[in-house]
């Protein structure tokens, strides 16, 4: 049993902020406290639920010196993620029953942290044939996915969907309009003009965020957007929810920090998918989380070795790490006073884990000790090569930042920090 006192409590579910403290025992969170009580002195830190990131690439099979599950628990761990979600868009693709199983073996044996595997939605990733969803969410699969690859055939998705409905399956989706998202590096304007980047309308995102809302709308399955970016999709995406689909939205902390400027003179780490958009575009999408129209905040966390990005802009891999940077990262959203702590860790922790079914996310009696113990005011300089990821390709190198994690608890057993 393990009792922390004299902290900020966050607390997602109720909205609040308060003085307190908490035990766990048993895995679990088996009591709170109001005021400064007997335990263990954490010196007025904020204390939250585990962040729970959608989408984390961890690249077992194939290609295992980007990232391996070791690795990624490291750094999920050090970054105050108790929870990933890990997507199927590896090599080969997680499309049947077997690979799953392998992918499920490694995590238990290497991983700090919980780990949840996504599985394709269609074999191989190539959008013709739907895999054996019945199977693999038997096999462990909370989710199904063909990551950025578009199931550019309406009649393959329908069909997909309509099973996943029978089945009570999340599908996640990619939303861009696949031949006009085809090659692009940036998001089109003034700024991709000069550049001479080949780039994309905004109206994409509409477009492909559309054609999914009607196919929903024909099939009533469950559905999560991987990314809304631009302001474009909003109101679509708005339409949807208030017609009563069930849909649930995300959006990348590259996304809602950066913007298409931070490209520069051609600086590949920034180059992510879909490409950053304009300031209007980030501001948008802001709002949209502090509303709750954007449900949850993920990393994308998508690792790169240094030969696929010391290439020219356009033929450099897309993709950042993101599992180590998206707490300090997301802490901008709080000093620049666009979300408060409790709003934040609703996008973090308890929306992704309610859109799942899990019961973490939450500081309550009988939860899950999924926890994160930080600082939100340190400042530090971020040094890449500090990262615990094998792959280092963050847009955040050098820069200055706010926000360190003290402490990393899964299931009341400490994962990172010095021992309290």
């Given at each position: 049993m393990t009792t922390l006192t004299n902290l900020r409590l966050i607390d997602p579910e109720?909205?609040?902020?308060?003085l307190g403290g908490l035990t766990m025992a048993d895995g679990m969170i088996s009591a709170l406290h109001e005021g400064i009580g007997k335990g263990v002195d954490c010196n007025g830190l904020c204390l939250a639920p585990g962040i729970i990131d959608i989408g984390v690439k961890v690249c077992e099979p194939g290609e295992r010196h980007k990232e391996s599950f070791g690795s990624a628990g490291q750094a999920a761990a050090a970054g105050g993620v108790?929870?990933?979600v890990t997507r199927p868009d590896t090599d080969p693709a997680i499309d049947s029953p077997e690979t799953l199983e392998f992918v499920a073996r490694r995590a238990r044996e290497a991983a700090k942290v919980n780990v949840l595997p996504m599985a394709a939605l269609t074999k191989g990733r190539a959008g013709q044939e739907m895999t054996e969803i019945g199977f693999l969410m038997d096999a462990g699969a909370v989710a199904f996915s063909d990551g950025d690859h578009v199931v550019a055939n309406a009649k393959v998705l329908s069909r997909a969907l309509t099973y996943a409905k029978a089945r009570g399956a999340l599908v996640i989706g990619h939303v861009q309009e696949p031949v006009l998202s085809d090659g692009a590096a940036a998001t089109s304007g003034k700024f991709a003009s000069l550049r001479g980047l080949p780039s994309v309308s905004p109206m994409a995102e509409r477009m492909g965020l559309d054609r999914d809302v009607a196919l929903l709308e024909m099939t009533g399955a469950r559905y999560h957007v991987d990314q809304i970016t631009t302001a474009r999709a909003l109101p679509a995406l708005e339409r949807a929810k208030a017609?009563?689909?069930?849909i649930?939205?995300?959006v990348s902390i590259h996304h809602l920090t950066l913007n298409e400027l931070d490209v520069s003179n051609y600086r590949?780490?920034?180059k992510v998918k879909p490409p950053l958009r304009s300031e209007d575009d980030r501001l948008a999408v802001v709002e949209a989380?502090?509303?709750?129209?954007?449900?949850?905040?993920?990393?994308?966390h998508t690792p790169q070795d240094e030969e696929s990005k010391r290439l020219p802009y356009e033929a450099a891999a897309s993709g950042a790490v993101g599992l180590q940077t998206l707490l300090p990262a997301a802490m901008r959203l709080v000093h620049s006073g666009h979300l408060d702590l409790p709003g934040l860790w609703r996008a973090l922790s308890l929306n992704p884990a309610r859109r799942l079914g899990l019961s973490s996310g939450r500081l309550a009696v009988g939860a899950p000790a999924d926890l994160v113990l930080f600082d939100p005011d340190a400042p530090f300089v971020l040094d890449r090569f500090s990262l615990l990821s094998k792959s280092r390709n963050t847009p955040f190198d050098e820069a200055r930042m706010q926000g360190?994690?003290?402490?990393?608890?899964v299931a009341g057993q400490q994962?990172?920090?010095a021992p309290l």
């Open positions: 109720s909205g609040e902020e308060r108790t929870t990933i017609n009563g689909l069930d649930t939205a995300g590949t780490f920034f989380v502090a509303s709750g129209l954007i449900d949850v905040i993920c990393s994308m360190r994690v003290r402490a990393t608890w994962v990172h920090g």
